[in-house]
């Protein structure tokens, strides 16, 4: 059998046919390619304007609740400062009168007494200012012990805050009424020599009951 033998001229001009027709597959190709995967990356308007308006509207939300709480903190701050202040100006507790002897103690015995001393008892002149303790509320006020017993004489009974009630004995006025509110250091009444007493002075005690 013989073999056919092709034209060299032939044979160029059919490779370079080939050759052009792979190109064009292969740029028509890529094109298609191309164009397939910028329809799946590039938005379209209305979409990337409605993700602006979503980014947008969460961080004005978020914003908002920024300022919020940065006004909460800024009050719960100044709320604290003020009571602060408040604490610092008011003492707690102070004595029931600014200059005194002390004439007998707490639990000290003696004939004076059925039992043992139930307070202090600081000598001063009768008419002497007496002054509340601590902050409260007047609970007691009147003669006979404003109902403790006529040994105490006319008396003051101020509940405070802390379960504790103050009493102020033998006195001479009484300047508060029951019910009434009542700050430390603030003027309730003169002290005098009322009810079983051995001399001016004001009895002064610290219980757990009115």
Known sequence: ?????????TRAAAVALATAGLGASL????GSAFAAEGKAVVPTAATASAAVAAQAETQA???AQV????????????TATKKAVTAKKAPAWVKPVAAYALSASFNQGGAMWAHKHSGQDFAVPVGTPVKAAAAGTVVKAGPYGGGDGPAYGNAIVVKHGNGTYSQYAHLSKIQVKIGQKVGAGQKIALSGNTGNSSGPHLHFEIRTTP
Do not use: D, E, F, I
């Open 67 to 78: 300022k919020v709480a940065a006004a909460k903190t800024v009050a719960v701050k100044a």
């Open 27 to 30: 740029v028509a190709g890529a």
């Open 61 to 63: 939300h978020l914003a």
């Open 1 to 9: 059998m013989s073999k056919r033998v092709m034209n060299p001229a």
